[in-house]
Nanobody, 125 residues
């Protein structure tokens, strides 16, 4: 099994920055494509960013492209989400997810197998 723990959420003003971290268990972390998703109250969980096992390919939702950067440090079993130029509409619970059924980046919630508990990000005006 894979255990994921997010951290780094909090309250920030619009235009500010936060860096989320996701610490993963296991010895095969580098094999897993990883994704960040977010969910606001009353809304469906949506894809934010994804990264291949090697970190060589990344994918972003149009809503965050140019503002967010996903990265990973496989030696530390950690994936990051650097969030810059934050907007109030970025407010949500952010979840880290791992996909173990394939090596190709995916953006669908149903194609990820392990999830963290989430970390709250609140962006004020």
């Amino acid at each position: 099994q894979v255990q994921l723990v997010e951290s780094g959420g909090g309250l920030v003003q619009a235009g500010g920055s936060l860096r989320l971290s996701c610490a993963a268990s296991g010895r095969t972390f580098s094999m897993y494509p990883m994704g960040w998703f977010r969910q606001a109250p009353g809304k469906e969980r949506e894809f934010v960013a994804g990264i291949t096992g090697s970190g060589g390919i990344t994918k972003y939702a149009d809503s965050v492209k140019g503002r967010f950067t996903i990265s990973r440090d496989n030696a530390k079993n950690t994936v990051y989400l650097q969030m810059n130029s934050l907007k109030p509409e970025d407010t949500a619970v952010y979840y880290c997810a791992a996909r173990i059924r394939g090596f190709v980046l995916q953006s669908l919630v149903s194609l990820y197998d392990y999830w963290g508990q989430g970390t709250q990000v609140t962006v004020s005006s």
